[in-house]
């Protein structure tokens, strides 16, 4: 009897999968992440908890911007921070200072199989400082020039291949969106989101940097007049008709999408919701979106990007198995990145925008080149989302934008503000 008991025990033991096959490493995820971005994301993390039992993502969503960071912050002094996180790297230079960030050693990013030349240029080096690498990218994020097909056609300014023609140099710029309004189809060539900072930021970077110009150098803020003159030539299309007066963020892409506007500079965060709504039938009108034209000077054009980054935390630091999973996840994730695409964004991870699949995607693969003469904040303080830059954009940029302060009294109070938080 106990030697038919001894049998069925080890026959039962034999049928039952060992503990370690069930060992699972749990990993704390927040992000910031909402809207198309959030849905995409949540369908990644549900891929990846499907295909790894070792491994399960417990994800949070948390609300963007400075609360976002301030939780992060106070999370890590007392312990209690996740074990993977969202960044923007423009706030990189911000969170390296203050320590909240963990360093990644080289030996394991390379236990991980991450390697520098697999991604763009400009975004890993954004998350880089003395050497040592701070976050890896996701995406490369940034402006476009959404356009109307029918309207410049109209306005003889649409090539043969459906891309814009005629739209490089200040001038020649100035030039199309006057014909654009003379055909009378549009009440404005151009829509711009002209009530807030953040977006106006964008777009004033973006013609600083066109001109080769610096925001920050050294102790120096707006040096030269490379500011003045990217100031004064946004107030004049809304001076001149050509974009609206303190219009806000969706009263511009509805200019925009109901085709009362011919162009519409925004991020490619919006291609989804242009592309879901020519699917639908809701568009009236053919679309395309590209680089930002080369206007003043040399091709140039703002960008930020989401990274993935691991708090660093005294009270309790990261274990070497969860930094090892987290590892992997980020690796797993750059690598499946081709339907992050599909929320307009630029794969950070160049084997995905190298491949055919990606570049059969459009709008994305016809301005993806912009990742190469992509400009990221100010290495400052002052910078990235919802920074003091942000403010004083919000403050003086704005108004001048819309005829209420001249544009060199503008740049003069915006580097006097600055300055005193310098």
């Known amino acids: ?19 370690a096959a069930y060992a699972q490493t749990d990993i704390t995820w927040w992000d910031f992440l909402s809207g198309g971005d959030g849905v995409r994301m949540k369908a990644l993390i549900k891929e990846f908890n499907d295909t790894h039992p070792d491994i399960r993502i417990n994800a949070t969503t948390l609300e963007w911007g400075v609360p976002f960071y301030s939780k992060i912050q106070t999370s890590a002094a007392v312990g209690q921070q996740p074990d993977i996180m969202t960044y923007h790297l423009s706030r990189f230079p911000l969170a390296i200072p203050s320590g909240i960030l963990r360093p990644l050693a080289p030996e394991e990013l390379a236990a991980a199989g991450i390697k520098k030349e697999n991604y763009v240029e400009a975004s890993w080096n954004s998350a880089t400082a003395d050497g040592k690498v701070y976050g890896i990218p996701f ?13 410049l056609k109209e306005a003889g300014l649409l090539g043969d291949d459906g891309l814009p023609k005629g739209l490089d140099g200040l001038d020649n710029f100035n030039a199309a969106l006057e014909k654009i309004k003379a055909t009378g189809k549009v009440q404005y060539p151009l829509s711009l989101h002209t009530d807030e900072g953040g977006s106006m930021w964008r777009v004033f970077y973006t013609l600083i940097s066109q001109q080769g110009g610096k925001f920050i150098d050294g102790e120096e803020i707006l040096p030269g007049d490379a500011g003045a003159k990217a100031l004064t030539s946004m107030a004049n299309w809304v001076s001149s008709g050509y974009s609206p007066q303190l219009i806000s963020y969706e009263a511009s892409i509805a200019l925009f999408t109901s085709g009362k506007a011919a162009m519409h500079i925004n991020g490619v965060w919006e291609v989804p919701t242009m592309a879901d709504l020519a699917k639908n039938g809701n568009l009236g009108f053919e679309w395309g979106a590209i680089q930002i034209p ?31 999973a987290v590892l992997q996840i980020i690796g797993w994730m750059n690598e499946h990145s081709l339907s992050w695409a599909g929320a307009g964004h630029i794969p950070a991870y160049k084997p995905v925008t190298e491949s055919a699949e990606f570049k059969a995607m459009q709008p994305n693969a016809t301005y993806a080149k912009l ?41 003069e109070q915006m580097r006097e503000e600055l300055k005193s938080q310098m």
Do not use: C
């Open 139 to 151: 995406d490369v994020h940034s402006i476009v020039l959404y356009y109307n097909k029918t309207i």
């Open 1 to 19: 009897m106990k030697k038919l008991l001894k049998l069925a025990l080890a026959g039962a033991l034999a049928i039952l999968p060992s503990a």
């Open 371 to 411: 990742a190469d003469t992509a400009v990221f904040d100010p290495v400052s303080p002052l910078a990235g989302v919802a920074g003091p830059i942000y403010e004083a954009t919000q403050n003086f940029i704005v108004p001048a934008l819309n005829g209420q302060l001249d544009p060199q009294d503008a740049i």
């Open 294 to 324: 080369v206007l003043m000077g040399q091709p140039a054009t703002w960008a930020d990007s989401h990274a993935f980054a691991v708090p660093n935390s005294d009270a309790k630091p990261i274990t070497p198995e969860k930094l090892n």
